[in-house]
């Protein structure tokens, strides 16, 4: 009942929010609200949304309602798992609203602790390992943002009146050119560890195979987004200068990123790494996107945001249900699943073929916005690494296919499979929710550039001052 109030609330959160920009406020954050928390420091509790967020929060609330119904039998300590989803959840919705940026770094706090124990209590494999190399590394990544936060509040105001409020601190634009080149690399590689930047990804892949299914889902759906969405809001909206002028030091970073992803998932034989690997590279389009510095390009992030939340959320719900019933997720110890169980199987094909861009699903549209949008900057730097980055189409297909033909057709590799059984009402109910919007956004990707179109205003017009 509670994931479905917040799906409800969040389309509530989409309807009114056009129906209030199509009544002409244009301003760059609605549903403003603050209140002061620790005012020796002018730390306020303040909140806000425009069109990212809201679509983030969409996004959220669509993977938790999916995810509650993947992981609808989860053993041991039901309760205790679903609490601990919560509270992890809780921490992604703070993180979306948050216009402080210490009410932002808690949230984002507090969506990373649970994580540890969601996975080392009810993951499976080398799941205590895992647990302590996500929640090092990101905190590692947490330390350097601390770093940024504190840099960029000391240097907020005009005559000492420091603020945390990002609206604030972009229209006083007191942050020097000199801090800026020291502060930006630190706060883009805070964020940037969350979204699985190379060289800072390897917590990634093992995180994702030790996680319960329904953590997966928020994990690679959701979590992994705020590393991109902090980029937006905060190292490029609050440093546009060294934005400008040290992005091409990250587009290669994360330009390595998409190729190595890909190429890393075609040698994986579990296919929870072979999904891993796959969000090591679709994440870092969205960051290659960022880096663009255009609208085309950042709205194509946001695309592949909501795009590879949606996709990779499918992927690991339906390796959940597999597991579950054959017990391995080595792909050479299946085969011949379409016969046994076709509904999953087919939601396995629509998945694959999300994930390597077929048109009229959700993959295509963002894949082809952050291509488009890349070769928009006629500089042969940003041409060449958009051509790279495109040969990651070719090596998705060639893992995807590899993957299906293995997984889905030919011969039974386990005749104990025979006797498996399709999915039940709760699996089909979250599996068809995730396809839904896939197929929505990819047939009528529109409704989303509404949502989003003029949040890149603000961000564009601090980058060409």
């Known amino acids: 009942m509670g994931s479905t109030a917040l799906l409800a609330l969040s389309v509530y959160l989409i309807v009114d929010f056009l129906e209030l920009r199509a009544a002409g406020n244009t301003d760059i954050m609605l549903y403003q609200a603050s209140w002061m928390w620790f005012e ?34 989860i ?48 993951g499976t494999g080398r799941k205590e390992y895992s647990a302590m190399k996500l929640t090092l590394m990101l905190m590692g990544g947490s330390a350097f943002l601390m770093l940024g936060i504190l840099g960029i509040y000391y240097h907020s105001g005009p005559d000492g009146h420091l603020t945390m409020n990002i609206l604030e601190i972009s229209a006083n634009n007191n ?51 705020l590393g991109g969405y902090g980029c937006f809001r905060v190292a490029i909206f609050l440093m546009p200068f060294a934005a400008n002028e040290l992005a091409w030091i ?35 389009l969205v960051l290659f996107a960022i880096l ?22 499918l992927f690991f719900a339906l390796i959940g249900m597999i597991y579950g019933r054959t017990h391995t997720r080595d792909i050479r110890l299946m085969g011949g699943l379409m016969k046994i169980m076709p509904f999953l199987a087919v939601c396995y094909v629509i998945a694959g073929m999300a994930s390597l861009g077929l048109p009229g699903l959700s993959g295509f549209v963002a894949e082809m916005t952050i291509f488009v949008g890349s070769f928009q900057n006629d500089d042969m730097f ?14 998705t297909a060639v893992y995807i296919l590899r993957v299906v033909g293995k997984l889905l057709f030919g011969p039974v590799q386990d005749k104990h499979h025979l006797e498996l059984t399709d999915a039940t009402w709760w699996e089909r109910l979250s599996a068809v929710t995730l396809i839904v919007c896939v197929a929505g956004i990819g047939c009528f990707p529109n409704w989303i550039n509404e949502i989003i179109r003029e949040s890149f205003m603000p961000i564009i017009e601090v980058l060409t001052k």
């Open 40 to 73: 020796p420091l002018n730390i306020h509790l303040a909140v806000g949304v425009d069109g990212i967020s809201v679509a983030m929060i969409l996004l959220s609330s669509i993977i938790v309602f999916a995810g509650t119904f993947a992981s609808w039998k």
């Open 75 to 122: 053993t041991p300590l039901p309760k205790d798992f679903f609490l601990w989803l919560i509270l992890l959840s809780t921490g992604v919705f703070g993180f979306f609203i948050s216009i402080d940026l210490f009410t932002m770094f808690m949230f984002y706090e507090v969506a990373l602790i649970p994580m540890y124990l969601l996975i080392g209590l009810w």
């Open 175 to 225: 942050i020097s050119h000199g801090w800026q080149y020291f502060l930006f690399p630190i706060t883009f590689v805070g964020f940037g560890v969350l979204g699985a930047m190379f060289p800072f990804h390897t917590w990634s892949p093992d995180g994702h195979a030790s996680a319960p299914t329904a953590v997966s889902m928020l994990h690679a759906g959701v979590l992994m987004k």
């Open 250 to 284: 990250f587009l290669i970073l994360t330009g390595v990123s998409v190729v190595y992803g890909a190429f890393s998932a075609c040698v994986q034989t579990d296919l929870k790494y072979i999904n891993a690997y796959s969000s090591v590279s679709h994440c870092g």
């Open 292 to 313: 663009m510095l255009n609208t085309t390009a950042m709205t194509g992030a946001v695309l592949q945001m909501l795009s590879h939340g949606l996709m990779t959320a």
């Open 382 to 395: 940003h041409r060449v690494f958009t051509i790279i980055a495109c040969c990651s189409i070719v090596i």
